[in-house]
């Protein structure tokens, strides 16, 4: 067993049940020219947890966890996209042409994880239509098989596909460890109330915690 310091308590896990989670760190929502900024947005806030991130991945290789990645983006025909997400302030981003290929969708280059984060052989990489992780894809069925209780969640944006995996987790019974500097948003005020609601009213989510918390517990 291992305890992991964190907000509102410290947590006691066991690694051997416990999976690294790190969510839509694509290009696409990263790197100038993809969804993210043709939304006005300013990437460059979400690099900032980037190297946290490198160094949670390295020290969740090193101690054999499993290590699961997810990437947000549709079918080249948009088949599974709703017309309610297709389309935003009257203007439609997702398919078009960008500097990475079409906007969130699946096989072009602005789909992908960023390098510094790229999937090994062996990692599981989800391909998701939602913001939910679980929603219309396979994790809970590999999480069950692995005999997985405890999520350790890195990635982006923490409002919105990180914050949505984490209530669809709960709700499934998994414990969740937030890393705090391995996330990001666009607006620094989400991040702040995002993680507070996270570890509200005892943990009504989760945990929250950092990198080094998280690898000293692994030790």
Request: glycine share 10%; proline share 6%.
């Amino acid at each position: 067993m291992a305890s992991i310091k964190a907000e509102p308590f410290d947590l006691d896990f066991d690694p051997k049940t416990t999976a690294l989670v790190i969510i839509d760190m694509q290009r696409d929502f990263v790197l100038p020219g993809g969804f993210g900024e043709k939304l006005g947005n300013d990437t460059s806030l979400l690099l900032a947890a980037v190297e946290p991130t490198q160094r949670v991945l390295a020290k969740a290789r090193a101690a054999g966890l499993l290590v699961i990645h997810t990437r947000e983006g549709h079918r080249p025909d948009l088949s599974d996209c709703p017309p309610a997400k297709l389309t935003r302030g009257g203007q439609t981003f997702i398919g078009t042409t960008g500097p990475m290929g079409r906007i969130l969708v699946r096989g072009e280059p602005g789909h992908d994880i960023i390098h510094q984060l790229y999937p090994v052989a062996g990692e599981p990489v989800i391909d998701k239509p939602g913001k939910g992780s679980f929603h219309a894809t396979d994790l809970h069925q590999i999480l069950l098989d692995r005999g997985i209780r405890t999520l350790v969640v890195c990635g982006v944006t923490l409002e919105v596909c990180v914050h949505t995996t984490v209530r669809e987790a709960n709700d499934r019974g998994y414990e969740c460890v937030v890393l705090a500097d391995c996330v990001a948003s666009y607006f620094p005020e989400f991040q702040r109330i995002g993680l507070e609601m996270i570890k509200a009213q005892g943990g009504i989510f989760g945990w929250v915690s950092d990198a080094d918390r998280f690898i000293a517990a692994i030790g």
